[in-house]
């Protein structure tokens, strides 16, 4: 398997949570905690993407500030690109606690040869469940400067590679990988499924 750096995107307003989901308790562990330790066997070049970087610095990990403050998820993505120390940044949301390695391990095995490896679900990208390549970087930039913030706006410019649906299953036959945290009831749900 080629070499790939992994990215939390962290730096999200939190609005319908109205507190940080990356720092919230779950179980005996933080949220941000649960995604680390599913992600930790992929790579050696682990970063945290956020807006704030100095509410992360305690977990003991790198810490990227946005390159182009206020751009959203987009934004996120494109430094997380930048500040990749691999030609593949494999990026994930803070508040997916379900992450399935094996599922996440498949897509970097299919990185080499595209710019984007990209679950699709019911034909929904799952963006902040993909891997990113260099190539990237340009076509989100001119997005970026354009204010166009839409993550899939910029997918007509490289090769995206999707993993439908049946793909998925073979890993992950609940989907639970997908399952995030935007509100207080989705927490309180994902709370009692921890136990």
Not at 2 to 20: F, H, K, N, Y
Not at 24 to 51: C, H, Y
Not at 88 to 105: K, S, Y
């Amino acid at each position: 398997m080629s070499e790939i750096s992994v990215a939390i995107l962290a730096g999200g307003q939190s609005r319908r949570m109205g507190q940080d989901k990356a720092l919230l308790p779950l179980g005996r562990r933080l949220v941000i905690e649960w995604v680390f330790e599913r992600v930790m066997p992929l790579s050696s070049d682990l970063i945290i993407i956020a807006n704030t970087p100095a509410k992360y610095r305690h977990l003991g990990y790198r810490v990227v500030g946005d390159v182009y403050p206020g751009k959203g998820a987009l934004g996120g993505i494109y430094t997380a690109v930048h500040a990749a120390r691999h030609p593949h940044c494999l990026i994930v949301a803070c508040d997916m606690p379900f992450l399935n390695t094996d599922l996440l391990r498949y897509l970097v095995s299919l990185a080499p040869g595209f710019d984007v490896v990209v679950p699709r679900i019911e034909g929904f990208p799952e963006t902040t469940h993909a891997v990113y390549g260099k190539g990237c970087l340009e076509p989100i930039r001119q997005r970026l400067l354009a204010d166009e913030l839409r993550i899939i706006g910029f997918f007509d410019e490289v090769r995206v590679r999707y993993v439908e649906r049946d793909d998925v299953a073979r890993f992950d036959s609940s989907f639970g990988s997908f399952l995030n945290m935007n509100t207080p009831d989705d927490w309180e749900r994902v709370r009692q499924m921890v136990g």
